[in-house]
Each structure stands twice: as structure tokens, then as C-alpha cells.
């Protein structure tokens, strides 16, 4: 039987019927749970140690039929994960998976290719360049940024975190290569209060001294937006001190609360003094393949990098984030490296202008993470895609009119893309940290009923929820549901009616 | 047709019934591949552009079925990779699949869950710590590098380039808490001449300056392994000089030729001078798990940290590295942030103790690795996965006597698991030039006969032809072909008869 507990054969782990034996189990098994994933509790209500506990010390001597394991993957493992694919799940923001991605990846793990370099898989490089391409030109990157474009070009990291790594270290290395390596201690990384910790910690990565990454501070005002002269200020200051500006974060759509930063300001500013600019849009770059949301990027073609995550709202599955620079000589003088080992014997006179991608990212390995973009790009297509994102948008302004619409809530940003940020409002009677109270017991309150997950931030020393829209299986009907669970649970924990 | 091409819905992309009929599609084209894989050529013949110019500049706007999709990796990609599970591939390191380690990644990429921290999916961060640990235990690692051990733990990251820049960030950071900020320039990063290039990538990442990178130098009298010596005179040079010595790379099972660096003495010179001693067992840490081979981590105990790859050797398919670190209090110090956004408004009683792997890597976002590493246990079992490796290690020796019985041929460093380190030798005409140029033309040959995949390697100016024995389908069939293409080409090239 395919899919029984056959003993283990060294040499028939790739067997074609084993393989798709028990591969179809598997299936059969996701298939099960897309079913049933919105009868679960989004969040499980377990303790610490209670998988732990029924796992044993060491693994087994003998192999075990995928009948047994995919059982206990059912029994104890399920019912301890929090469920991202929920359609009811809106914390922190979607991460997509969908049955392109899934097929994609399925073929990238499938193949299990290594192309790190052109060499090493020639069509896994053609794709990527080719796909990454297709990504920016649906979103309206300027051709700066394109291969086929003004010199630029794309990569396919696995995390923005791993993006801003390596732009960092291709900024700082270019700014050492005129202060030489003494110059190190006075560089200085810009962000706002609202920027992903990643920059901060991708500075302390590349060696940035703590104390000069500046947290520029945002204001309802702005919509939480960095303004250009606050930076300007800061900017300014550092100079005076004998500082060197080096790296600037523009964020279209924050993780907090999906504020926008100016980037055409902040681009004008980053060239006056000679900053590395990059754009986070790891979230609403997938909004950015609609018209009306390009706006959000214009200036653009001032900065030095943009990345965002097709893993995030683009029904592209764990992990993928679009990388461009206007520059890959900047970002391959920082990450090259040309060992011996991966000398190319046999393709002497095709060096010149031959993408290594090993030369664009941290690790020298590296999966066909271009495969799955690929695939998704193809299945579903620019309109498929667009219409996609439309949808949630739509679900989140729904969610935000009714919001408005009952006098206890008060919206706290701007509602820009499919990511809705609310609170209930003080009543005459109520102090600040008693709101702050009754929201946290609010958020609770929902989460501990399973029917809904979300998670919170706060801002201006308020506590404020996060409804996250954009679950590949979320519908209209579970932000209604949703609504009716906050309104419920708001009574629950003692709001004013 | 649940494989047809119906057109794309924005909210059917996880319905169960598409799901299971395309991703059996999928599967379906992948059982075939592995029939017919044996019978393409391991590497493509292709010019750079070719796959390039048969994409079209941007996506389609309209969807496509999958048939389409999948008819079109068949005609257009699968001609252009280079094939790493072909059973023939030889070259760089394997990079294994297997039916269990794709079933582990099916489950991960189809949960789709994001375990940065405990509370994001609790069950995938107990599995993860109880993995490592099984595999700790399965090498014969020191307790001080399990959870259930001394303090220590593991974490799976996907690459050991990672882990290399996350170990160097955290002794970078530990040296500079006594030496302030300015001490960067004065840190100093070991390796031999045989270390992966990584150790060179991630120092340059993590800002020691290019010129404190000591690449010390090997030779065949020590099997190209480090001695202890030639690291302390370095050491003892750089500390006359006022620089400080921070961490040491000990390699088990280089890239070039699988020399093994001596574990023990290298961590005793590392306590002398409190430097981070790293133990890089990327490839033969596989082999670690049977008791022949781990006298090659005799004295691990006095390491800080160890890495190794599933993802090569352990049948795991891309991409899984497990890191051991003795002081998991060094890692997230160096690595951790705490964002609003991120705090746990939920489970306020249960920090103490609990694993964020966020804290232990580079990124936030992660895949749910553990579940593949934890599906290969379980499946193929301790004893399963020994039988495997022995396997391979059998072939490599058959191999590598067929060229010692062959007197053209000679071995260039002892094979100690799996690779085996050849060239024809200089016959009593010719110099040195002239037989690395024969060899040069063997390898060509071969690789262009698209029955064998192999590379190379340059020892004291020597070409050299890598064998690395350890394709998932590989049997000794394959390597008895391989050893007649070997003898054939070495004819047709005019090595001496």
C-alpha cells in the first residue's frame, strides 16, 4: 500500500510511486483542513510545554508509516497552531496561501534546485530576473528598477529583514569605501516611529553603533506619516556633530497602523545628502498592482531600493519577498564572494553581465523561490490579482464605516489599504488608562472566543486593535461575523452603550 | 475540471476541491520527473537568455490553467536546470529530496503558519525545540547544546551562511559589551584556507573590517586540516598588535576537499583567548549520526556553537539548518527587538522560559521548518537514516580505490564520508600546467557528455575533480557508470594510456 508503513528503503526515498503515494495522502490531509480550518479556534488555548510533553526525548530508530505521523500531525499538532489561514484570523497581516502558491512551491521543493548562481540551474535565474521584472512593472516601479529597464534589477529574498540586511551592508560599504573603515562608528540609520524593528535591528546586524539609529517621531497629523522636516532636523543635527547620514526608511504602509511615508520628500532629502533610501512595502506592495494605489509610491524613482512580500497579500505562500536595487553593483560589491569551489569550468566566456544571485542575498544557498511567484502570476493573472486585492480593501471599509457608524468606536489612522485600526472611545466618565483597560479586555475577550484573531499596537500612549484584513479565505461574511463578535464582546467587557 | 481552466475567483483560491485536483497535477508531473530524471542530461547546454527569450515582458492578465502552467515548466524549464536529484548529479554538495522531506514541506508551505514567536502558532516552537534536540542527540553533540541538556538549544535557519552571521553577531556583540563600539575595528575573524567562503561573507556582513579576516593556511601533511600551531602564531601576532581575537571557525568537512579541522585543540587556543569557537559541519554533520564518524567532533564541548544542513545530506528537502548555540542568552541579545506590534497581550504570565525564535535568527517571518526535519525523523527513523548515509560512504570508497588501482589517477585528500578528491597525475612528460589543463578537459568532457555532474577544486595550485557521492536516488550503478566515464573521457583527452 503507497502510503503504509513499508520499511525504510535508502534507495527508494525518491521512488515515483512512493512519492506520489503518500504525497496524495498529504494533499488529502491539506484539502481536509482548508474544509475545516474555520471551525477551529483561530488562536489554541493551550499552555507552554503541552506539545512538548507528548513528544518523546529522541527521535525513533525505525521509520514510521506517513499514515501514523500525518495522525499525530491531526491529534497534537493541529489543534496547538494558531491558524493563519483562518479566514476568521485578521492579527498582525495575512500571510497568504493559496493553490498557485501552494503548486509552486510543491515544484521549487519538488526540483530542489540550489541556484545560486546562473550556472548552477540557467532557467531558475532567467525566471527569477524575468518574474521579479513582472512584479515591478505590475506595481509601477519605475524602469530604474528593472532589468529590462535602466540598469536595476531584482532578487527574491526570503524577508524583508534579509532585504534590509543586505542593503545596509551595500550602503554602508559604499559610504566606508570614501571614509574608510574608521568611518563605521559615525554612520547613521534613519526611521520613524512607526518603521518595522527591522531596520533597527538590521543596523545593529551591519554593525551601525546603537546609539546612532534614529527613531524619528510621527503624529496623528500625518496620519503617522514621517514628515521631511522632521527628518530634515535630525539629519541636520548629525551632520553638525560630525555624523554621517547613510540609510533612510520610507514605509509604505506601516505595520502598526498602515501610515504612509512622503516618499518623493524623503527622496529629495536622501539625495541632498547622499542617503540610501529604501522603501518598506512589504504589506501594501500588493495593493500597489491597482492604478489607484500607485500614488502611494510616486517618487520612487528617488530611492535606492524597494522591497515587498508577495508572501504577505499576494496568495504567495511562505516565504517570498520582491527585492530591487538601482544598483546591483552596489549590492553585489558588499555580498560577493568568488571561492574556487564555484568557479564556473565549463562557460569561461559567459561572465559578462551573468546574473549570481548568490551575490544579491546573505546565504549562498537559496531555493526556486521564482517558481512559485511564477506560478502565481501566471494562474491567477494581473486582473485575477487586482481583483483580489480589491476585494479586501472593500471588506475593510465596510468594517471601518460600521465602526463610524456606532458612536462607542473611534478609528485611529486612516483606513488606506485592507488594514482597519480601531478602539472604543473614553467615555465623559473615563480616564485614559481606563480605556486603555476596557480595549485590552476587548481584545481578550475576542481572541479567547476562537471566533476571531487580532492583535494590537499602540500609538500616542494609546492601545489601539488591529482588524487586519486579507486572509485568502476570508469573506464578506466573516468581517460580518467579526463585527457582530466585536459588538458583542465590547458589551461583554463593560463598554458604555 | 478541477484541473481545467476555470477562471480565477479571488475567493476560491483554497478551495478544498481545486486545491486537491491541481496539487495532484502537481504531484502527478513531480512522480514523472523522478522517473524520467536519470534520462536528461545532469547539466543543460543552454546559452545565457535562452528561457529569458521565450517569457513575455509582463504577466498575463487573464488567468491560465494549470495544465498550461505545468506543459509549460515541462517544455521550457525542466530542459534548462541544471538536475540536482538526478542520480548522476556529483558536483558542489548534495542537495537532497526525498518523499518524506517534501511531505514535511507540503505540510508546512499548506499550514502556511509564521511560528516567529511562541504565541504565533505555539505548537510549531515546541516542535522545533524538540527537534533540534533530537537531532543534537542523534550527532552525539555535547548535552550543553540541547534544551533538555545544559542551558544551550537549537533553532533551524536556512542556511549555514545565516547562522554564521548570527553566531558573529553575537560574539561581536559579547566582545564589544567589555571593548565599547569603537572595538570593532579591532576584532578579528580565523578561518582556514579550506573554510566555507561564508565565514568571510558574514564577517564583511557584520562589519569586521575586510583586513582582520586571518585565512590561515593548510597543507596535505595535516589532510588540509587546521593546526592548532599555525591558529595560535596567528592569534599570538594579532594580539601583539593590539587587535582582539573573536571567533574561530573550525571546519568538519570542508568544501573543497572534506578535511576535518581538529575540534579539540582549536577549542582549547579559543578558551585561551575567549574567542567564539564555531564548528561548521554543514555536509558531513549527516554523517555524524553514526558512531564511526564522531571522533570528528571530539571536543564540541569547548565550542560556543555548532551548525549542520539536513537540507544536503539528510534527505530534507531546501532549505533546513540546524544551529546549536551553548549560550542562547548571546544569540538574542544580539538579535532580539520588541516591538508594540509584537507583544502578547494575551499570555502576560508566561515569558519566563519561553523559546521567540525571532530572537535567533535574522528575520521575523519564518517558515514552520520544523515540520519537514520532524516528517524525515519520524519516517525513516535514527537506524533508517544511518543505513543511508553508509550507503553513500560505501560507493565513495569504491570509488575512491577503483583510482587508486588505476595508476593514472590520483587521490588528492584522504575521503573521509562521501567525497572523493581526484585528478589524472602528471605523467613524467608533463609539468604542472599541462596536467591541470588535461584535467581541466576531463571534467569538461564529462560534465558536457550529460551522463555525470561534477566540479572542482584548486589545492597548492593543483585542479582538482570533485566526486561528492550523496544524491537521494544515487545507487551504485550510477557510480560504477560514472567510474567507466571517468576512464573513457580520461582516454579521449590523451591522458597516458
Request: charged fraction near 20%; hydrophobic fraction near 45%.
Amino acid at each position: 500500500m503507497a502510503t503504509g508503513g513499508a520499511p525504510f528503503d535508502a534507495l527508494s526515498s525518491l521512488d515515483p510511486e512512493t512519492f506520489a503515494g503518500e504525497s496524495r495522502a498529504v494533499i488529502n490531509f491539506l484539502a481536509d483542513y482548508y474544509r475545516d480550518v474555520d471551525t477551529y479556534p483561530v488562536q489554541p488555548q493551550d499552555l507552554p510545554g503541552c506539545l512538548r510533553a507528548l513528544l518523546p526525548d529522541a527521535p525513533p530508530e525505525n521509520g514510521e508509516p506517513i499514515d501514523v505521523i500525518l495522525e499525530e500531525v491531526r491529534t497534537h499538532i493541529v489543534p496547538a497552531l494558531t491558524h493563519w489561514q483562518s479566514p476568521k484570523f485578521f492579527g498582525y497581516f495575512p500571510m497568504n496561501a493559496s493553490t498557485a502558491g501552494f503548486a509552486g512551491e510543491m515544484l521549487s521543493a519538488g526540483l530542489n534546485i540550489v541556484p545560486f548562481m546562473r550556472v548552477a540551474s540557467p532557467a531558475a535565474t532567467e525566471l527569477e530576473s524575468a518574474v521579479v521584472d513582472w512584479m515591478g512593472k505590475l506595481m509601477g516601479l519605475p524602469d530604474r528598477f528593472l532589468f529590462s529597464g535602466g540598469g536595476g534589477g531584482g532578487v527574491l529574498h526570503g524577508s524583508t529583514c534579509e532585504a534590509v540586511v543586505c542593503t545596509l551592508a551595500a550602503a554602508r560599504d559604499r559610504a566606508l569605501s570614501r571614509l574608510g573603515h574608521e568611518g563605521i562608528l559615525r554612520l547613521v540609520v534613519y526611521a520613524s516611529d512607526q518603521s518595522h524593528c527591522t531596520f533597527q535591528k538590521g543596523a545593529r546586524i551591519v554593525g551601525i553603533t546603537r546609539s546612532n539609529f534614529r527613531v524619528i517621531p510621527t503624529s496623528a497629523s500625518s496620519g503617522y506619516g514621517l514628515t521631511s522636516d522632521s527628518v530634515r532636523d535630525a539629519v541636520e543635527a548629525d551632520v553638525a556633530s560630525g555624523l554621517v547620514p547613510l540609510y533612510l526608511c520610507a514605509t509604505v504602509g506601516t505595520t502598526g497602523l498602515g501610515a504612509v511615508d512622503p516618499v518623493r520628500d524623503l527622496g529629495e532629502l536622501a539625495r541632498r545628502h547622499s542617503m540610501w533610501l529604501h522603501v518598506d512595502a512589504a504589506y501594501a506592495g500588493s495593493a500597489l498592482i491597482c492604478p489607484e494605489f500607485q500614488h502611494h509610491i510616486d517618487g520612487a524613482e528617488l530611492a535606492d531600493s524597494v522591497s515587498m512580500n508577495p508572501h504577505k497579500w499576494f496568495l504567495t505562500n511562505m516565504d517570498c519577498c520582491c527585492l530591487w536595487v538601482a544598483s546591483p553593483a552596489a549590492l553585489t560589491s558588499a555580498l560577493s564572494t568568488n571561492p574556487e569551489y564555484l568557479s564556473n569550468v565549463t562557460d569561461g566566456g559567459a561572465g559578462a553581465g551573468v546574473v549570481d544571485y548568490k551575490d544579491w542575498q546573505i546565504a549562498l544557498s537559496r531555493p526556486f523561490r521564482a517558481m512559485k511567484l511564477w506560478v502565481v502570476l501566471r494562474r491567477y493573472g494581473g486582473a485575477g490579482m487586482r481583483a483580489y486585492v480589491r476585494r479586501h480593501v472593500e471588506m475593510a471599509k465596510w468594517f471601518e464605516q460600521e465602526l463610524k457608524a456606532d458612536g462607542r468606536f473611534e478609528v485611529v489612522a486612516p483606513t488606506r489599504f485592507s488594514l482597519v485600526t480601531f478602539r472604543l472611545r473614553p467615555g465623559h466618565e473615563g480616564d485614559g488608562d481606563a480605556v486603555d483597560g476596557l480595549n485590552r479586555r476587548l481584545l481578550v475577550a475576542m481572541n479567547a472566543s476562537g471566533r476571531a484573531f487580532m492583535t494590537h499596537f499602540v500609538v500616542d500612549g494609546k492601545f489601539v486593535i488591529r482588524m487586519a484584513v486579507g486572509g485568502a479565505m476570508t469573506e464578506m461574511r466573516h468581517v460580518q461575523d467579526t463585527w457582530e463578535l466585536v459588538r458583542e464582546k465590547a458589551e461583554e467587557v463593560g463598554a458604555l452603550p
